[in-house]
């Protein structure tokens, strides 16, 4: 028993009525509906998603296009756990999958996404790791398929964006600092050409030279946004001749590092180095002294861009009347122990 004509024969109501049961339409009544569902689970029915999805026109899938690498995995990053959290909670109002399409890093993430979207796979598409350039927006919009980019790009185009507040941090960041006397103030910034810290050191420059304080190039150090990369950042503070006396962090996973380099040099965050980073969410909670930190709710997040995406959508659309606008998601400042110290002239 496999087909829904065989389904609707068994039961002796129409096809029509069938389909509606099982896709859980609400004009059908709720015993006609248990009626087919116990009969399909009893009688073994398998849906054929290929032919509706070529009937309809649709797949009810959503993708959500991730860049991985043996560093991330072994890093545990829990970033896109928390957004995906968000997502679910947006489609699942509309019956809509989320499935993960993991791009390789040694594949161009566009020749992927060319494969991807050749295949039909998805109604709608999430991209991420937005490069300065990237050629994967001017494909998905030739295409017509309706996505959402998490991340801004230089590229052209009227697509839709979500971005992190970049150049919040940096301002605050810097302005928190200098307050506190500090007039050398390193970054560590993505080693990639990932379009975030283009916007990060833009801002940094800016507000650096916003307190009348010269930019030194020596005091960005570009490292890979992972634990790994925060224990090379700490290593290359250190030996810098004229070192620091702060520094602000782009990822979360790179304060682990960081303190784990700095304990091994007999330096204290909060005493001999001030440190500001990142919060996603509880990753560096344990950390001693207390991170001073930019945090939000990843499960916020991914429900904004769910919302955004949708929004995009004309099946969905009038769910979501704010449209599909773009938006810098907000970070809160939580003070802790890691800058807690002033400097004095």
């Avoid at 096809?15 to 004009?27: E, M």
């Avoid at 833009?202 to 925060?230: M, N, T, W």
């Avoid at 380099?261 to 909670?285: C, M, N, Q, Y």
Wanted: hydrophobic share 40%; proline share 4%.
């Amino acid at each position: 028993m496999k087909g829904i004509r065989q389904l609707a024969e068994h039961l002796d109501i129409s096809i029509g009525t069938v389909s509606r049961a099982l896709n859980g339409k609400p004009d059908v009544n709720e015993e006609t509906r248990r009626r087919v569902l116990a009969a399909a689970e009893e009688l073994g029915y398998v849906a054929n998603q290929s032919g509706r999805s070529l009937r309809q026109g649709m797949t009810n899938v959503i993708g959500l296009m991730l860049e991985v690498s043996r560093e991330t995995v072994e890093n545990s990053d829990d970033f896109f756990l928390g957004v995906t959290d968000g997502l679910q909670s947006v489609f699942s109002r509309h019956k809509l999958d989320l499935v993960m399409l993991p791009c390789p890093d040694d594949e161009d993430p566009h020749e992927y996404l060319k494969r991807m979207v050749a295949r039909r796979l998805v109604d709608a598409l999430i991209i991420s790791a937005t490069r300065r350039t990237d050629r994967r927006i001017e494909l998905l919009e030739k295409a017509r398929i309706p996505f959402v980019a998490l991340g801004r790009s230089a590229s052209g185009g009227s697509y839709t964006w979500m971005d992190l507040d970049f150049e919040g941090v940096a301002a605050r960041g810097v302005d928190r600092l200098v307050a506190k006397g500090h007039r050398r103030i390193a970054v560590a910034a993505p080693s990639s050409d990932i379009n975030l810290g283009y916007i990060f050191l833009d801002s940094y420059r800016q507000a650096l030279q916003s307190h009348g304080l010269a930019f030194d190039p020596a005091l960005v150090i570009r490292v890979k946004s992972s634990e790994q990369g925060g224990y090379q950042a700490g290593h290359e503070l250190l030996m810098i001749e004229d070192r620091p006396t702060a520094i602000i962090l782009i990822h979360e996973l790179m304060a682990i590092g960081l303190y784990r380099r700095l304990a091994e040099a007999g330096i204290v965050p909060g005493r001999d180095l001030a440190v500001v980073g990142f919060r996603e969410e509880s990753r560096t909670h344990f950390l001693q002294p207390t991170l001073t930190s930019f945090r939000m709710s990843l499960r916020d997040l991914g429900a904004q861009l769910g919302e955004t995406l949708l929004a995009t959508m004309p099946a969905y659309a009038d769910h979501y009347p704010q449209g599909a606008r773009n938006r810098i998601w907000p970070m809160e400042l939580v003070p802790g122990e890691s800058d807690a110290f002033t400097l004095t002239a």
